[in-house]
């Protein structure tokens, strides 16, 4: 059955789209978005998508509230109602309505506007996965699964029709009968499997605005594979001299200082490959971010011949972006586009600063692969 | 789609509406549909009409509803639509205890719409006019394109709030030509009658005359001044003054008529959902609840009735209210006698078992607003006891906070939070300001500055339907400003006031 409501619910999405896509390479340089990623939808503050009214400020307003309190003391937060329901915005004329926006539905508008083409998937087998859905209220279950609220009202009704509640002491006490669980279904999800393997050099030359434009340009990296993988996974490493795993947290957030040797990475990322993910059963991702500068030479060859001979042949793209810094010579990527430049699974990419971020993405992206 | 009521919801029915009138409720015919709550959040989007013209923001506000409806937050109970029949939604996965509480607060509703005076020029055949909205809009949108149709409206609803709130009905544009040959008859002064011709010079002597036809041009100019009176009806204005093509005009009065049949249900809403509550309550509580549906009915009614300390919940202050005056009329706790008492001991004790309270609020249903209904019935002790006080936000620690319990402050507040619906008032003043035909608004200061972003941007959508330059006088900070949109820039000027 369709509700008339859909045409207008439509139009009001594709007016919410619209505004994201004029204003998508403002939000892929500006990393404040990435705080406001909830597990499936972002909150994106929307420009002027609120019709203006001749109206009073509400905070010049104020109004009256009801309850406990001293004069003075302050309400916490969230108790107060805002005007009229829609988030006001901070400074003059930047009013914007927060809208949630899922994270699928972003990724398709961010495929549109860079008009990047649909991964091809080198495998398609696809492994299952159960999720548990919430389905209803049972009179059986696990203990752990017990509805409290639902529980305590059955026994809180059965005392009352018994007639031995007693008011002046009002103590309920469930019985096994007047319990209520939980209960779920088992769902079976198919999933596809790619895995993205990040790598990041954190030797003292990368600065935070390097990290920073790593972790804003990651996170469309994210949001685009995981709309073209249903269950995607992902590993991190960092490397200076030595190369080692760690969680996603501490990949960001982690400075080192030290020499750089970019074949540590590279060898850790070629046994993770070969421990966890075979070739015929994965889609593979490894990106590399540095600012060019390695250790030597040498180190550098034995980077290439590591990537011809064990990396290259079983991912489905490997990836290098070079973030600029004043300290870096940006050697390494002259190197590599004369070794592998050639090669159609290897996206490289330079990235000035943040405004390049938005270019960049279609250098790893746009090849489809 | 909505389905008839089963039988077991027709007996349930037929047992409230019993008790709603044995009470002396008085309503129009109440239809109740069945629907799923997609279809409940559908219509409540539609601001109750389950057929309304195609605009987005009615998508925004479904989006909004249904988002609330599964992540738990929030669930509309009742949704009643004042027109002649009533109608009114019951979403059917309901338990017959939660269908039997929504409609007993339904007919609370029906009841005050049928005999509160503010309701008196509402159409009461809205269902079907908006109906006919829907397709006048659809037509032109045929006619003209989705595109601008939409935009039109988007600017419109911009102007929505401004229109005159304490206009007793909507007022008929006067016949124009009626008003053009009143003023050539005023045109020839000839003084007062002369029965003989050489009286005239000592009855009518030339000063006079002259006085009479300064008066008479003086009128005349006055007329031409435009509006002769500020006009509250900005809308109106627009409709008669703004160059508008046929198409806008039609769309225009459509959302001036919409706004028109909303404005009482702003001007006593604590009063009505205060009403409905009451009558829930007292209906349930004293005749439709089965033992075994206690506990359900008090979760589900202190659920209506929670409050949260920024903000004011309508139907907990208006039950509350409406039980005062029961309780204050039935011990007879008014008067000079008791007003004039001021033993304490006493006054907490006054019973002089008068027992006219439900006389009375079947009076005050009929006869007060919100705001006459805070003025009137607010006592210091109602206050205290709803534990009410006014707020305010405090720059220095960026946080909301209590400023005031004194009860003059908190009546004040509330009253002026209700007035013009806690909107600015703003009049038309001239129509052809600086006489370049730009229009000029005025917002009437009341201590509280217009919202600086909003203003500029009403401005500009003003503008796009005026097609000239348009102005508002304001004040910021306590200092006048006039704030002007020539079409492409936004000018701030300071002035005296």
Redesign the interface.
């Known amino acids: 059955?369709s509700?008339?409501?859909h045409?207008?619910?439509?139009?009001?999405?594709?007016?919410v789209r619209g505004k994201i896509k004029s204003n998508l390479r403002k939000y892929v340089q500006k990393g404040e978005m990435i705080g406001k990623k909830g597990k499936d939808t972002i909150a994106i503050p929307i420009p002027?998508?609120d019709?203006?009214?001749?109206?009073?400020?509400h905070?010049?307003?104020?109004?009256?509230?009801?309850?406990?309190?001293?004069?003075?003391?302050?309400?916490?937060?969230g108790?107060?109602?805002p005007g009229d329901?829609h988030q006001a915005?901070q400074g003059?004329?930047?009013?914007s309505l927060e809208v949630?926006v899922t994270l699928d539905e972003l990724a398709q508008i961010l495929g549109e506007e860079l008009q990047l083409p649909n991964i091809e998937r080198r495998h398609n087998e696809k492994i299952v996965t159960q999720r548990i859905k919430y389905t209803g209220v049972n009179t059986t279950g696990p203990e752990s699964l017990r509805h409290f609220k639902r529980t305590y009202?059955q026994a809180?009704?059965r005392q009352?029709?018994m007639g031995t509640y007693d008011p002046a002491r009002p103590i309920i006490i469930p019985t096994r009968e007047d319990r209520r669980y939980r209960s779920y279904k088992l769902q079976e999800l198919p999933e596809t499997n790619a895995v993205i393997i990040y790598m990041m050099d954190v030797s003292g030359s990368m600065g935070d605005e390097q990290k920073e434009i790593v972790r804003i340009e990651s996170f469309w990296l994210d949001t685009w594979l995981r709309h073209q993988y249903k269950g995607l996974e992902a590993r991190y490493i960092i490397h200076d001299a030595v190369a080692r795993e760690v969680d996603r947290d501490t990949f960001f957030h982690t400075r080192e200082s030290g020499g750089t040797m970019i074949s540590s990475a590279y060898k850790l990322c070629r046994d993770i490959i070969k421990a966890d993910y075979p070739k015929s059963a994965w889609n593979i991702y490894p990106f590399h971010f540095s600012d060019g500068d390695n250790w030597s030479a040498d180190d550098t060859r034995q980077c290439i011949e590591m990537l011809r001979e064990d990396i290259l042949p079983s991912v489905n793209q490997f990836a290098y972006g070079q973030v600029e810094s004043p300290y870096g010579s940006g050697q390494f990527i002259k190197d590599l586009r004369e070794a592998i430049g050639d090669s159609t699974n290897v996206a490289l990419s330079e990235i000035a600063d943040k405004d390049a971020i938005y270019a960049s993405i279609k250098d790893f992206l746009g090849k489809g692969r | 789609m909505p389905k008839s009521l089963t039988p077991q919801l027709s007996r349930l029915k037929e047992e409230i509406e019993g008790y709603a009138r044995a009470f002396g409720l008085d309503f129009f015919e109440t239809i109740f549909e069945v629907v799923s709550y997609d279809e409940l959040n559908m219509v409540a989007s539609y601001g109750g009409f389950p057929t309304r013209y195609p605009h987005w923001r009615w998508g925004m506000e479904y989006e909004q509803l249904s988002k609330g409806y599964e992540y738990g937050l929030s669930k509309i109970y009742e949704l009643v639509i004042n027109n002649d029949p009533c109608y009114a939604y019951l979403l059917e996965s309901n338990s017959d205890v939660d269908q039997k509480l929504v409609m007993a607060h339904v007919y609370g509703h029906c009841d005050f719409f049928k005999n509160n005076f503010s309701f008196r020029h509402t159409n009461r055949r809205m269902i079907d006019d908006m109906a006919n909205h829907a397709t006048r809009v659809r037509r032109w949108i045929d006619k003209i394109g989705v595109e601008k149709v939409e935009d039109f409206i988007d600017r419109t609803l911009s102007l929505e709030n401004l229109i005159d709130q304490h206009a007793p009905h909507i007022r008929r544009n006067p016949d124009p030509k009626r008003a053009e040959d009143e003023m050539k008859s005023n045109e020839r002064v000839e003084g007062f009658k002369v029965d003989r011709e050489y009286m005239r010079g000592f009855i009518n002597p030339s000063e006079f005359l002259d006085s009479q036809r300064k008066k008479v041009e003086d009128e005349k100019q006055k007329a031409k001044k435009f509006p002769e009176r500020p006009q509250r009806d900005v809308l109106l204005f627009l409709l008669e003054n703004a160059p508008l093509e046929p198409w806008e005009s039609d769309v225009l009065s459509i959302i001036r008529d919409e706004a028109y049949y909303f404005a009482p249900q702003g001007q006593t809403k604590i009063m009505n959902e205060g009403w409905a509550s009451y009558w829930h309550s007292t209906i349930m509580t004293r005749r439709a609840l089965k033992d075994d549906e206690v506990i359900d009915y008090a979760d589900r009614h202190s659920g209506t009735m929670g409050t949260r300390p920024g903000a004011l919940n309508p139907y907990k202050l208006g039950i509350e209210l409406w039980r005062d005056i029961e309780e204050r009329w039935n011990k007879g706790r008014f008067g000079k006698e008791w007003d004039e008492c001021d033993d304490l001991r006493a006054r907490r004790s006054w019973d002089k078992r008068l027992g006219m309270g439900r006389e009375k609020i079947f009076e005050v249903r009929k006869h007060y607003n919100d705001i006459t209904f805070i003025d009137t019935f607010l006592t210091p002790e109602f206050a205290i006891e709803q534990k009410l006080f006014v707020y305010g936000f405090n720059e220095k620690r960026n946080s909301w906070e209590i400023l005031d319990r004194e009860f003059r402050k908190v009546k004040n507040k509330l009253l002026q939070g209700l007035t013009n619906f806690g909107q600015p008032i703003i009049e038309v003043v001239d129509g052809n300001h600086e006489n370049r035909g730009e229009l000029l608004l005025a917002h009437k200061h009341d201590g509280q500055d217009l919202k600086p972003d909003y203003a500029r941007e009403t401005l500009r959508n003003l503008q796009s339907l005026w097609r000239r330059p348009t102005c508002i006088i304001t004040r910021y900070d306590n200092k006048g400003v006039l704030l002007r949109f020539d079409g492409q820039n936004h000018t701030e000027k300071k002035i005296d006031l």
């Open positions: 059955m509700l008339r409501i045409q207008d619910h439509s139009r009001f999405k594709q007016i002027f998508i019709i203006p009214h001749f109206k009073y400020g905070k010049e307003q104020g109004g009256v509230g009801q309850g406990d309190g001293e004069v003075g003391q302050q309400l916490s937060p108790a107060v109602q329901g915005g003059e004329g930047d009013h949630d009202k809180l009704k009352i029709a």
